[in-house]
Every structure is written in C-alpha cells, then in structure tokens.
C-alpha cells in the first residue's frame, strides 16, 4: 500500500495552499472539467433520468452481489478466462505475482488502474525483479516523479507542462538537448515514442476494470489514449483487476452507466474508446492474450454492504464530485493522503483505512452539497461524511477542544431559555462591537475561523425575536 | 484461506453476511429473469432518429471529435476514397487489413498503387460490425476479419461502415453482436471508437495521437 499521510491531512492542506506551483495547476483544470459536465449535462435532457436509473441498477447490482459474481465467474470462465477472488491486497498481489512469475514476466505494462494504486501492486511487483511500465500518460509522469495520483481520472492534474519537459529533460537519456520539447504535442510524441518501446516488450499487461458484465463475463475499459488497449492486445497474458462493485448485470445496464460516466468525468459524450473484453484470443485470431485472468478484490468492501456506507459501493470513479468541490480544488489530491482524494475519497478512505487515521478527511467539507448535486450514481457524499464525524465523535478520535466546545454547545442548545437568554445578551454586544467594520478579524475563541477570513458581525436582534415580532404584527 | 477455493468462498460469503441474504431460489430467479431478458432501460430521444438524422449525426459527432467524415454511394467508391484521403494527407499508399471479405472484394482495381498488407503499417483498414449515432460511435469486433490490433497500432485508421449496421443507440448495436455472435456471447474484443486517440494528461490541453491513432476516417457507404 502507498504510504498513509491522510492524519497529517491539516498539515498536508498548509503546504499545498502554500505550494505556488501547485496552485497554478489547480486553477484551471479542475474548473474546465466542471464547466465541459455542465455544458454535456445540458446537451441531453435524459440526464436527470439517466442518473436516477443508473442508481437503480446499481442498488439492484449490489442487493444481488454474490449471485452476478458467480455469474460472472462461470461466463468469464466459460470464455477462457481464470477467475480469481482475493480478499485482501495481500491476497491480490500474491495471485498477480504468481501469474506474472509463471508467465517469466520481466516487463509488465499497465493501463490506468486505482485499485492497483489501492493494494500498492507496483512496489509489489517491482520487488519481485518486474519493470513495470505505466501507460496512462499521467500515470507515465507520475511514475517518472515516483508520485502517486492526485486526481481518480487524471492523476496528474497538479504538474504543469514546465514540470514535465523538466522531467523528460532529466530522465529520458538518449534524448538530445536540442530537442524542441516546447508544445504539450511535442511532449506527447515524445512519451508516445517510449512507451510504445514498452508495448512491444511486455510479456503482461494488467488493465483495471471500469465494469464487469455479468450478462457475457466481459470486463469494460474507458480510455481517451488507446493505452488500455495496447496493454491488453499485445502481451500473451492479460490481467483485468477489478473490486468486487464494478459489476453490473447486462450490455443494457453498462450502456446506461457509458451514458452518465463520460459526460460526469470530462464532459465527453462517451470517451474515446470503451472496450469490451471476453476471455483470451479465440481459434483463428492473429492477435490478442493467449491467457486472460480476472483478479476480483474485496478488500474491505463486503464489510460496507450491511452499513450506511453501502452506497458509497455504487461510485464509478468518473471524479466529477472532486472537480466540483471547493477543498479538492483549493489543496488537490496528495493533501488527502491517500489513494482516493475528493470527496469520494473522504467517504471512502476511512471505510478502507480507518476513521482513526482518516479522521480529518471527513471533517475537511463545508457540506455545501455540490459532490451529491453532480454525482452520477447519486451517492449522498455528504450525509456519509457526516456519519463519519459521528463514529469518529463516538471513537473518541475528535480532538478535545473541539468536543468541549460541542459539549458547552450543546448543553446550551438543550435548554431553549437558556440558549435565548444568552443569545439575547451577546448578539447586541457582539453587533455593537462589530459596528463600525460590519466584521471582525479576530476574534479570541474563533481563531481558526478569523485567521483565513472574516466572521461577519451579527445585526443586532436574535431571528427569534425578529419571528416574534413579526408573529405579532409589529411593523419592522 | 490461501487456497483459490477458500479465497473465492470467503469473498462470497463475506457477501452475503454483509447483505443479510442468502442463497434462495426467489434471489436467483430474479438475477436469472434480468440476465436471460436483458431490457433496455431508457434510451434518449437522440438515440431514436430516422435514417437521415443518423447519418448527419454520425457525421456531426465525429467531426466535432476530429475524426475525418466522407460518405460514399456504393461500396466500389471505397478503394477510390482511401486513396483520395490518403494522398491528401500525404501518406503512402499502403494499408494494413484483416482477412474480412466485403473489404476484399472491393473493387480495388480501381486503385493500382494502393498496396493491402498483412504486416506493420502507418495505415490501418477495417470494416465496423455497427455504427451508433448517438454518440458517433464505431463498433469494432475482432477476429481474423478485423484484428483488435488494427484499431489501435497504425497512425491512422480507416473505418468502413455500411450504412445497413447504422443504429440510433447502444441497445440496438448490442441486438447487432448477439444476432451475429449470439445471446450472452460476445467476440474477444468488441470496441467502441469514437475519435482519434487524444490525452489532456499535459497541463490539460488536447493532444491528438496519445498512444493509438493520430487520424481516424470514416467512410459511410449508402448502399
């Protein structure tokens, strides 16, 4: 597994709100992404509908998990493919060791994969003597920089194009100084060039999974490069890599899921290439695996179907809630600390990690709703992350000067009278104090607020008495 | 636990512990009922076009994806046009194909310089098993016919649809696979091409040609 930052998340957000190359790259992306869904959303007037339907499938999906996965296994099987269940990450890296030390792999390349990230498959690999070759571009560059992804779709959406010429300059020998590397299609040919060295040389390609089909025993890619392909076509032995909720029951089902996921991730109408893969090479084709295996992990994620949590299970990582919140778009996705930023990311990643050390993810949301206003699968982002709060609050995981202000709080709140007898003291003091700026810089108790802004100065009168007044027929 | 057995039995019922289920008959009809009738949900209005709107819309989506469009009247204008397009962005006059027969009994003759092959090419040739309008989407079947490879090597592809495997959405491309492959069968690849390879993955600014083809050009045959 990658390293776990995700409790040193306050720190993390100081940096990156600090870190200025970071915050060019953050300024304009993510907010592209954001206004191209907006402009796709507009451009087919189902969409609403679409969305209340995919959630269907999905929710029927994993109301009936055991039996499409047995489904899938005896199709997939009956294709030619070896399926593989693993529990754990331990378990998934072992099955794709072992399948890559039988095929004597010494190059493996793959196709853009979060689970992978997930069980820290490359290390994993990299220990047992394999060069591993990312192919997604992103992954590539990040693979160079030895980063880990900082956004589910495009990982590295924190480097900016100086960045990259700087690393290629770097780390490609054999490339010559005076070589034009000036626009982002030079840069390109240029990663085209090695990686496609990589294609041709690998003995397995592991490829993740955007859904399982049921219906056929079809694993499905979505990509805009035609890496995942490359990765799948060309060794003898393909791997497809894929968490136990990516199933869904049949090519009609998938067809609306295509619908929602391309228009929600990068405003596409559908991506570039989504590609529908049964078994290894069949009688008569010149190309393609001769051996295709399925590694189908839970890790954790069984235990969410009887919690709350289980809808989290229905997210098809198209990125869309992070490219539309305020705290992904202001620190990016490293400041999570973990595989999956974003809001998904602070749902999901107490649920696999722990709420003990992913803690403060959950509590890093204004709740201002936007992650569950443009989610596909209409997961309730932040109802979720409110439970979250509350089994850290029970754990005992929140920090004590916050639960004694919630206890003052709420001792207060409980006793109506009481609370309106202090409200009715402080808000005419605090008004007046407040008068002449309309809002105060500092204020004593509320130093974490007033360090970053300003805390705006009540008006006088309490709504309560402003509601009494007005129930009374008092003129304002 | 370390058995393949034991790991899959443990996944499964960790499944049905968290789900509260278990293995009855009444569970498994339903996923039998969904699978054995498969039943497309709601398909857009877009999806649902007569013929004529199709054709504007195939054309309409794959331009705005930077793919090259040209339509032609019968299926002996094929070899003229694959040359045409290839003289005009000056590339040679060499394609890569499979074994499909309609591609092979074109009228190639018509083009004396233009060279099929079966090796490494620049130029890749393939005929789509359906083409969906909604989205301007080819779909690809491998096989000998039209080997997957073909879709992603060459520099440029060209795709050949006939006008006959036109369809409005998804679903009715799916009803296509299982007539010809059959039901709950699906041949070892079936993809979906919508444009020309393309990354963002550079400071977010769309490059053609990530990994798979630079160009992609699409002749619609009418009859």
């Not at chain 1, 957000?13 to 915050?23: E, F, T, Y």
């Not at chain 1, 859904?211 to 497809?240: C, M, R, W, Y």
């Not at chain 2, 005929?127 to 989407?137: I, L, Q, S, Y």
């Amino acid at each position: 597994m990658s390293a776990i930052t995700s409790p040193l998340f306050k720190d993390n957000a100081r940096a990156a709100l600090a870190d200025r190359q970071l915050q060019r790259a953050l300024s304009e992306v993510p907010l592209a992404l954001a206004a191209r869904r907006g402009a796709a959303r507009a451009g087919l007037p189902e969409f609403e509908a679409l969305r209340e339907i995919g959630r269907d499938i999905k929710n029927h999906t994993l109301a009936h998990l055991d039996l499409y996965l047995e489904e899938f296994e005896r199709k997939a099987t009956a294709a030619g493919s070896t399926v593989h269940f693993a529990p754990t990450a331990e378990d998934a890296r072992q099955i794709i060791a072992d399948i890559c030390r039988s095929a004597g792999a010494r190059v493996v390349t793959k196709g853009k994969s979060m689970i992978s990230e997930e069980i820290g498959l490359n290390a994993c690999l990299e220990a047992a003597g394999v060069e591993v070759a990312e192919t997604d571009l992103g992954e590539y560059l990040i693979q160079l920089r030895g980063e880990t992804p900082s956004h589910i779709i495009a990982p590295a959406i924190h480097l900016t194009q100086d960045q990259v010429e700087a690393d290629f300059r770097r780390l490609h020998t054999g490339l010559a100084a005076d070589r034009q590397l000036v626009e982002p299609s030079q840069l390109v040919a240029e990663a085209r060039q090695i990686l496609r060295s990589r294609f041709l040389a690998a003995d397995v390609g592991i490829t993740g999974a955007n859904f399982l089909i049921a219906e056929t025993g079809s694993s499905v890619i979505v990509t805009n490069e035609g890496n995942g392909d490359l990765t799948q076509s060309l060794p003898k032995v393909h791997i497809v890599l894929a968490s136990i909720e990516k199933m869904v029951p049949t090519l009609e089902d998938v067809s609306t899921l295509v619908r929602l996921l391309a228009r929600s991730a990068t405003g596409q109408e559908i991506s570039t290439y989504t590609t529908f893969s049964t078994g290894p090479r069949r009688a008569g084709d010149p190309d393609g695996p001769q051996a295709c295996h399925v590694v189908i992990l839970d890790n954790g994620r069984s235990e969410l179907l009887g919690t709350e949590f289980r809808e989290v299970l229905r997210c098809i990582r198209c990125g869309a809630c992070m490219n539309h919140c305020p705290v992904y778009t202001a620190i990016g996705g490293h400041a999570y600390g973990w595989v999956y930023p974003g809001p998904i990311g602070s749902v999901l990643t107490p649920a696999l990690i722990g709420v003990r050390k992913a803690g403060h993810l959950p509590n890093a949301s204004t709740f201002c709703g936007r992650c569950e206003e443009v989610c596909p699968m209409k997961i309730p982002l932040p109802g979720l992350m409110r439970h979250w709060r509350e089994e850290e609050f029970a754990a005992g995981g929140t920090p004590l000067t916050y639960r004694l202000g919630l206890a003052v709080w709420a001792a207060a709140a409980k006793r109506p009278r009481l609370y309106h007898a202090l409200v009715r003291i402080l808000m005419p003091v605090l008004a007046t104090l407040g008068r002449r700026a309309g809002v105060f810089r500092r204020l004593p108790v509320a130093r974490g607020w007033t360090r970053h802004r300003d805390f705006a100065a009540p008006q006088g009168r309490t709504f309560q008495a402003q509601w009494a007044e007005h129930k009374a027929g008092v003129p304002r | 636990m370390t058995t393949p057995a034991g790991r899959r039995e443990s996944v499964i019922a960790k499944i049905r512990l968290g789900l509260g289920a278990n293995d009855s008959a009444a569970r498994r009809a339903e996923v039998a009922e969904r699978l054995a009738r498969p039943t497309a949900q709601l398909v857009p209005e877009r999806a649902k076009q007569p013929a004529d709107e199709r054709r504007r819309q195939l054309r309409t989506y794959l331009e705005g994806q930077s793919a090259t469009f040209i339509e032609v009247e019968n299926a002996n204008d094929v070899p003229t046009a694959v040359g045409r397009y290839l003289r005009s962005a000056n590339l040679p006059l060499r394609v890569r194909v499979g074994d499909d027969p309609y591609l092979s009994q074109l009228a190639w003759q018509s083009e004396p310089a233009l060279e099929r092959a079966h090796g490494d090419d620049e130029v890749g040739l393939s005929r789509a098993a359906a083409a969906v309008a909604e989205t301007g989407t080819l779909v690809m079947a491998s096989g000998a016919d039209n080997p997957v490879t073909l879709n992603y090597l060459p520099e440029t592809h060209i795709v050949v649809v006939e006008e006959g495997s036109l369809v409005g959405g998804y679903e009715e491309a799916w009803e296509r696979i299982r007539a010809r492959f059959g039901r709950r069968a699906m041949p070892r690849t079936v993809n979906f091409v919508s444009g020309p390879s393309r990354t963002a993955d550079i400071g977010g600014q769309l490059v053609m040609g990530a990994h798979g083809p630079r160009r992609l050009c699409v002749i619609l045959v009418r009859s």
